[in-house]
């Protein structure tokens, strides 16, 4: 499945496992903020599995720290498409992200998820880049994304850690699924390699689902970018833009006030400041 549109079945999942509106399960309630943020999140742990490739979008998220965990992640996994993509790597990325999630600081202006903050620079900007919201050169203006969106999760995240887990698993599922209804599959049971007998490669159905080099697959939409694949994630993508954007509204609506009175004081000050 293509980098753009694993994002945005990450965004979709989310925004159906944590609202609690129409057409939604529910299933993890948030608030407004939980929703927004949560989504950009799951968008960005929706592609993390694709950090096993130096080459990759993903591994240019953030250069050159980005292409640095690339490598090490591509040896690790044993290459592209390997570790990241099995139920191992799916226990590894979440355990990840709920160690992240209990790295908090409290000070004066509250309890800080520094952690969440950390992981979810990443996570939003691989999102970013996926689709094409950055140049496809240069670092600059991934960087400043990434610190802005730091410090807007660190400070806005929900206090509870376990949305960040959630988040996690979610895109790593949603990603993991999306590789296995593609021709090319998935080799879930890794570092195991389950190799078909020869006598059933041969066989139509079988040979599709069960791959001579361990993969299984459900190729449902072809080739990774068929038009099976676009004719599916068209109402999906519309789905998650519809639900972010109306959490993002509503947060917008509850935080207007104050926002604007902040304005208001910072405004007068300045004019206080220009007349004497």
């Known amino acids: 499945m293509m980098g753009g549109h ?35 999140a799951t968008a960005g742990t929706a592609l ?21 965990i690339a490598v090490g992640i ?34 004066d202006w509250g309890l800080l998820s520094v952690g969440a903050g950390l992981l979810c620079m990443f996570m939003i900007n691989i999102a970013a880049k996926a689709l094409k919201l950055f140049p496809k050169y240069g670092w600059i203006s991934n960087w400043v994304f990434a610190l802005a969106m730091a410090g807007l999760v ?6 509870q850690w376990s949305w ?9 599922l949603v990603h993991i699924v999306g590789d296995m209804i593609t021709t090319g599959g998935v080799p879930l049971l890794w570092p195991l390699v389950a190799r078909p007998p020869k006598f059933l490669r041969r066989m139509p159905l079988v040979k599709d689902v069960w791959k001579a080099n361990g993969a299984f697959s459900i190729p449902l939409l072809g080739r990774a970018g068929s038009r099976r694949e676009w004719f599916v994630l068209i109402p999906v993508s519309a789905y998650a833009m519809v639900g972010m954007f109306s959490a993002g509204l509503a947060l917008a609506e509850g935080h207007f006030a104050s926002a604007l009175a902040l304005g208001t004081a910072l405004l007068d000050r300045l004019l206080s400041v220009v007349g004497a």
């Open 74 to 107: 591509e040896n690790a996994s044993g290459g592209h498409r390997q570790g990241t993509h099995s139920v191992l790597g799916a226990g590894f990325f979440v355990l990840l992200a709920a160690l992240a999630g209990q790295v908090q600081v409290r000070t």
């Open 164 to 172: 960040l887990p959630v988040s996690m698993l979610t895109g790593v």
């Open 154 to 159: 660190t400070w806005f995240a929900p206090h």
């Open 6 to 40: 694993h994002a945005a079945s990450g965004a979709a999942a989310w925004v159906a496992i944590a609202s609690t509106g129409p057409y939604a399960l529910g299933w993890y309630p948030l608030d407004a903020t939980g929703i927004v943020i949560g989504g950009m």
């Open 48 to 68: 993390v599995c694709d950090w096993d490739h130096r080459s990759s979008t993903v591994a240019h998220a953030l250069p050159p720290l980005s292409n640095l």
